[in-house]
């Protein structure tokens, strides 16, 4: 992205951007295997989306319950495009590592005579393997517990950082991050963080919509820098919107109070305004179908009776199991004058959890040698095509210690190299602007061909972009809505970059511009993915496509900007998840060599080129 370049740089083994439950993992796993490990996070440690999690996290940790019970449930809910192995290595390994966390210190709630952990249920589960804390805190607990560890280890951190590009040395590998930090002194500005192994994690991408339940941090940083490093994303249309989110009115933007899956666990069920329980009969579960089910259910309803909310009823809680049991979310509603102990809760859906990003293997690597993902921007193949319940925080503990057991050369080899073994300068890739010095120590003097930076939106922007989005890309989708917001996306584009090509000028680089500008990169690619799955499958719901076709469709979208800013769209083989080969060009990473393989490009996107849409072909069954 046009930026200034970097005034002053640090160096390490490790960069972790991220703060979530994924990065401080990651962070103190490769800090204790002696990586010099620095954190990046773009708010405070613990103003991630974690915190903010109030379900909880799933684990095979009761009496009766099994690793495989808990896959298969992941494996329903993914609708038939989660990875088998990614999912296995998932619940096998996620006991363990929620007793790590227990070992760094999060305490989850017990029973009082027993001690042991409390667990309850959500939607998708069979069993009751949800573990919680403070009631409906878990998030919360987590990210104190991770915070405070992070801090007694001494790992340094960098808040209120936003990440902008990554670098590269003169053989493609990384090579570090610039980042823009909103401080005083020394870290102020532009700067860079050396280190041949970056972590990403970075959180979701919710904010592209009006209304969701993510903070106003999620822009998508993680997978627009990855966009433009090279790096492949996969299953980006997959959005999957919450169900029961607390409904504020028909123009509420912004964050948006969540109602946990827990509370239907528990006993809630869904009505519509005359007290009927429309879930009743569409899913064996009711209520706890998957998300994506019910999500479509209170849609459908909301259209049948033209309302533009359901209701959540839990009356029958009483006072007391309220207060002990859901004090987070009791407290939310009194705020905004709905008391749930005596009258119904108004929800409606709302953007919630990327199940796609960026595409990584079982050691957390992308497709760019030393660059790695994990949590919510990682693309695993553990959610398919819908996440299940309380799977988020499991998948960000497991692969994060899979990520730092790479890093750190345990048994089964490591991507990353010692610091400081890198040939070459850094370079700032993708869309990047060439910088008018060297980093620091980085080599001698600027990179020569660097790509020009291209236009910035102005911070304005972004709530264009989120209007659009909502209306086209929502829960909702057709052909014509998404062909809609690809055009109304591409005028932005256009209106910015023609700014900028005929006189030079752009918006001023800041942070609000920043974050616009990945939205709109993010956008971008996530209707055409979109426009180019045409059926309904798990949370992308195609009106013109109501079914799920798994002759043409059982198969990922893996998309990739090449160096000339064009995406290619690549269809892989079959369901499962293609290896990922770090440095290998994108059509040896996905199988498009192989007979069948729909091949890009599907379209020019980023800062400096527009988006086309090319439909699949479908001799690819």
Partial sequence: MTAPPPGWALDADV?????????????????????????????????????????????????GDTPEQHLDDTLVAGAGLCDETAVRALVTEGPDAVRRLIGSGARFDTDAGTGEILLTREGGHHRRRIAHAGGDATGAEISRALVEAVREAGVETVENALVLDLMKDARGRTAGVTLHVMGEGQRDGVGAVRAPAVVLATGGMGQVFSATTNPAVSTGDGVALALRAGAEVSDLEFVQFHPTVLFLGPGAEGQQPLVSEAVRGEGAYLVDADGVRFMRGQHELAELAPRDIVAKGIMRRMRETGADHMYLDARHFGAEMWEHRFPTILAACRSHGIDPVTELIPVSPAAHYASGGVRTDLRGRTTVPGLYACGEVACTGVHGANRLASNSLLEGLVFAERIAADISGTPDGAEAAPAGTGTGPAETTGTGTPHGGPVPGSGPGPVPDAAPGGPLLVPEARYEIQRIMTAGAGVLRSAASLAGAAADLERLHTTAAAELS??????????????????????????????????????????DRPDRDDEHWRRHLVARLGPDAELAIISTDTADFPPVRPGARAGAATGTDSPGASRGPAGRTDASAAVHHDPPRRDNS
């Fill in 15 to 63: 960069v972790v951007v991220g703060s979530g439950v994924a990065g401080l993992t990651a962070a103190l796993r490769c800090a204790a295997a002696g990586r010099k490990t620095v954190v990046v996070t773009k708010a405070r440690l613990d103003a991630g989306s974690t915190r903010w999690a109030q379900g909880g996290i799933a684990a095979a940790l009761g009496d």
């Fill in 502 to 543: 005929v006189d030079g000028k752009t918006a001023e680089p800041c942070v609000e511009s920043w974050e616009a500008t990945n939205l709109l990169l993010v956008s971008r690619v996530l209707v055409a993915v979109a426009r180019e799955r045409e059926e309904t499958r798990g949370c992308h719901w195609r009106e």
